[in-house]
């Protein structure tokens, strides 16, 4: 991880606002070019800020909501859980028990590249195999070329292609998938060492 202090830690309601800055200044940052400019323009971080205080109030495990805190500042998140039904449908395992899935997964883009994406993905991970999870899916924008880098990078297997509509435009996803968690968990424990 990086050299300076940063903690993850489970989210707290008080971090609302920060999750908000983070996701609307990377999506900003990451997905020009990959989604329309109307649709980064009408990001709202007040809404989003909104958002995340009620969905905070109806997490509970095995749903985990982590956040990087660097000096007490929000630097990233990743929030996972159950995997979503059209998630595990469209890479075979509908109807499987033992499916993890990150939802969101974001590094303030002024902190990226310092091992804090693995280190929220590494938490989430082990959150969920601690609750019995045995395989973990993640649905990224097919046109993410930064983002299906890092999940490649960690052994992510690529499946087909999923039609998906975002700001209005065609946006389509691509899901990766570890069939083995412990193997994911294991291969960031080594990079990161
Ligand atoms: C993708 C993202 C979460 C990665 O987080 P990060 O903190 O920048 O990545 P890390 O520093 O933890 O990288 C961990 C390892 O993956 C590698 N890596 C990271 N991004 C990579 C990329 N695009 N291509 C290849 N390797 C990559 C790093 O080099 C590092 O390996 P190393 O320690 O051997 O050098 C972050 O860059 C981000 O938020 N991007 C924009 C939004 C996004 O794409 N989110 C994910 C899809 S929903």
């Known amino acids: 991880m990086a050299e300076f202090d940063i903690r993850v830690r489970t989210a707290e309601p008080s971090d609302a606002i920060g999750l908000a800055r983070v996701q609307v200044e990377t999506w900003r940052d990451a997905y020009v070019g990959v989604l329309s400019d109307d649709a980064l323009i009408d990001l709202d971080e007040m809404q989003a800020a909104v958002r995340w205080t009620r969905m905070m109030g109806a997490i509970a495990a095995p749903e985990r909501l982590a956040v990087a805190d660097h000096d007490g500042q929000v630097v990233g998140f990743a929030h996972g859980g159950v995997s979503r039904r059209a998630v595990a449908k469209v890479l075979g395992w509908d109807g499987a028990v033992g499916v993890g899935e990150v939802y969101a997964l974001y590094v303030d883009p002024n902190y990226q590249g310092m091992g804090i994406g693995r280190a929220l993905l590494a938490d ?9 999870f045995d395989s973990l899916a993640i649905l990224t924008l097919e046109k993410n070329r930064h983002g299906r880098r890092f999940y490649e990078a960690l052994g992510g297997a690529a499946g087909d292609t999923v039609p998906s509509v975002v700001g209005g435009l065609p946006a389509d ?11 994911l968990v294991q291969r960031i424990e080594t990079a990161a060492s």
């Open 124 to 132: 989430v991970a082990r959150r969920l195999a601690t609750h019995g």
């Open 173 to 183: 996803q691509i899901p990766y998938f570890w069939p083995d968690l412990s193997y």
